[in-house]
């Protein structure tokens, strides 16, 4: 049997190597092994970015809620056979959902709905020791896997980290490709809209083109803070990407030093990039005398330890409207942040003022706090 997986080991590298779509590539696996073990259905869970939900769930044999029903759950490590496979990174055997209290009430009744009795949830490990996603098994009851079947399915679970770590960049390359896309439009239409602040309060020539120098440079600083590989500082991250506004703008920051890690100052730099774009284009940016405070905490959680929160608060702007519809950028804040360090965003449209509310557990994929320094004697 282990010659089948090496069969499908050459097929999937023709596909990636194509850049073929990865669902199909999943389909075809799950229903290879199916053929392979007859009564058997099998399944594919993938994991977003940070681990915590799945971002795919392939289960070709069984009706499509059923893999909706994965999709996008969160997972906590204490129920469900996928879930604590992928948090402990060991196999789960489940001879019985139905008395299984691992199983809530409601997964109970979908396996039941489907005549569904037993299962064995296999985790695919990269050799780093990451877990990727898992392989679910289900089999007729009191009917467990052979020696063949689990010899089989460690193989399985070997090409599945390589078919998932696929899955995960082909998305994350979408992703880069739709930002880059989007990030040239926003470009463009804040250079556009700088030049003309700028002209209205420099209309000599010559002081025109000293000060839009100056800020076309600001904002090659702010491009650049996004993709760094270093350890950057919250504070001049949030100094060095709003440059371009606050020397015309009162710009208020305040919080404790943080050094960012390099995924969270790149998620967070695109954010505010997002963020003043817009102020620009329609909020506190878009006239003289408006305003922005930036204020971030660390606070105390029993749950996650300590939480951080910012938030974004602008003021003496237009009045502020309610968006008809969520564009790209709401959903890239939301995204990136959640991607990047398990952060959530809410955004307000106050008629006074457009705010935005970050919120995240302190860990350290978010960033550490800063050493103090000692004051000079």
Known sequence: MPELIDEFRRKALGVMARGGPVVPLLEAFVQTLQT?????????????????????A????????????????????????????????????????????RFSDEWKALFR??????????????????VQGSLAVIHPPGMPLTVEQRTLLRHATQLCVDLFAYSRSQEAAKILIEELDHRMRNLFTTIGAMAVFTSRHYPQPKEFRRVFEGR?????KSHAL???????????????????????????LDGPQIDLAPEAASSIALVVHELST????????????????????????????????????????????????????????????????DASASLA???????????????????SVAPATDAPA
Not at 36 to 56: S, W, Y
Not at 216 to 220: A, K, P, S
Not at 303 to 315: A, H, P
Request: include cysteine; hydrophobic fraction near 40%; aromatic fraction near 8%.
């Open 36 to 56: 392979a073990m007859p009564g058997i259905t099998v399944g594919l869970t993938v994991l977003d970015k940070p681990g915590r939900t799945f971002r795919h």
């Open 58 to 101: 392939i289960f070709p044999a069984l009706p499509a809620h059923f893999a909706a029903s994965l999709t996008g759950n969160r997972i906590t490590g204490t129920r469900g056979s996928c879930g604590m496979a992928v948090m402990t990174g060991r196999p789960v055997e489940v001879p019985d959902v139905a008395s299984d209290p």
């Open 113 to 130: 709905e489907h005549d569904l009795h037993a299962l064995v949830s296999f985790p695919a490990v990269s050799e780093e020791g990451v």
């Open 216 to 220: 076309l440079i600001m904002m090659q």
């Open 226 to 252: 996004a993709v760094t590989h270093h350890q950057t500082d919250l504070l001049t991250l949030l100094q060095d990407t709003l440059a371009p506004y606050s020397c015309t703008h009162r710009t208020l």
């Open 278 to 341: 817009n102020a620009a284009k329609y909020g506190a940016f878009s006239q003289p005398g408006g305003t922005l405070n930036v204020e971030w905490t660390l606070k105390a959680c029993e749950e996650d330890g300590q939480r951080f929160n910012l938030v974004w608060k602008e003021g003496n702007g237009p009045p502020v409207a309610q968006p008809t519809h969520k564009g790209y950028g709401t959903l890239m804040i939301s995204g990136s942040l959640r991607n990047a360090f």
């Open 349 to 367: 449209y106050d008629p006074l003022g457009f705010s935005c509310s970050i919120h995240a557990p302190f860990t350290a994929r978010l960033g």
